[in-house]
């Protein structure tokens, strides 16, 4: 059974830095993409980030696109969203993701069949 567990939220000043972590385990990380994803109070779920199986290739979402980057550790089994310039706008829960196909990258959130539990990012004006 595929377990992701991040990390990392907490309370931050507007312009401050924060780092998320995701540990998985349960199957062989490294033949799998990663991604985040948040949710703000009485929104729907948002694409953040993701990366490929092998760190190579990243996306973007517009909103996050210069201040935010996604890395992975696939000795550590464990993939990152270090997230800088944060703005009043990015607080919301947010939330790593695995898809069920190996070698594949998407971005729809229903394409992502196991996810974590989710950690608060609120930033402060």
């Known amino acids: 059974q595929v377990q992701l567990v991040e990390s990392g939220g907490g309370l931050v000043q507007a312009g401050g830095s924060l780092r998320l972590s995701c540990a998985a385990s349960g199957r062989t990380f490294s033949s799998y993409a990663m991604a985040w994803f948040r949710q703000a109070p009485g929104k729907e779920r948002e694409f953040v980030a993701v990366i490929s199986w092998t760190g190579d290739s990243t996306y973007y979402a517009d909103s996050v696109k210069g201040r935010f980057t996604i890395s992975r550790d696939n000795d550590k089994n464990t993939v990152y969203l270090q997230m800088n310039s944060l703005k009043p706008e990015d607080t919301a829960v947010y939330y790593c993701?695995?898809?069920?196909?190996?070698?594949?990258?998407?971005?729809?959130?229903?394409?992502?069949?196991?996810w974590g539990q989710g950690t608060q990012v609120t930033v402060s004006s």
């Open positions: 993701a695995a898809p069920s196909e190996e070698h594949t990258i998407v971005v729809g959130a229903s394409l992502y069949d196991y």
